[in-house]
Nanobody, 124 residues
Framework: VQLQASGGGLVQAGGSLRLSCVIS????????AAWFRQGRGKEREFVGA????????EYADSVKGRFIISRDNTKNTMYLQMNSLKPEDTAVYSC??????????????????WGQGTLVTVSS
């Protein structure tokens, strides 16, 4: 099972980007999925998560109201729409997937499947 994230790039503050995460090898609808990010010199942090059937979606306080997570299980793809970007959003964004219950959605160690990161740079 592999995850492939894409869509990163350079954007000015206030702009928008949409990241995609495609799963291969298994159907995405078997898993809850999440986005994490890691800024330079910082620890990786939770951004947001979405349940396998999209019935539950949670965000970190730092992105709430600006970022939107969605998924299309028919395309085995999860998305992260990032709006009103700030320089502090600059980071490598990684997607992850896990089975099991919904609790612990924000805990990095609960995720067993990880994709490589995609770099998002927000200029001021």
């Amino acid at each position: 099972v592999q995850l492939q994230a894409s869509g990163g790039g350079l954007v000015q503050a206030g702009g928008s980007l949409r990241l995609s995460c495609v799963i291969s090898g298994r159907d995405l609808n078997l898993y809850h999925a999440a986005w994490f990010r890691q800024g330079r010199g910082k620890e990786r942090e939770f951004v947001g998560a979405i349940a396998w059937d999209s019935t539950s979606i949670e965000y970190a306080d730092s992105v709430k109201g600006r970022f939107i997570i969605s998924r299309d299980n028919t395309k085995n793809t999860m998305y992260l729409q990032m709006n009103s970007l700030k320089p502090e959003d600059t980071a490598v964004y990684s997607c992850a997937a896990r089975g099991g219950g919904w609790s612990g959605y924000e805990i990095e160690s609960r995720y067993r499947i990880w994709g490589q990161g995609t770099l998002v740079t927000v200029s001021s």
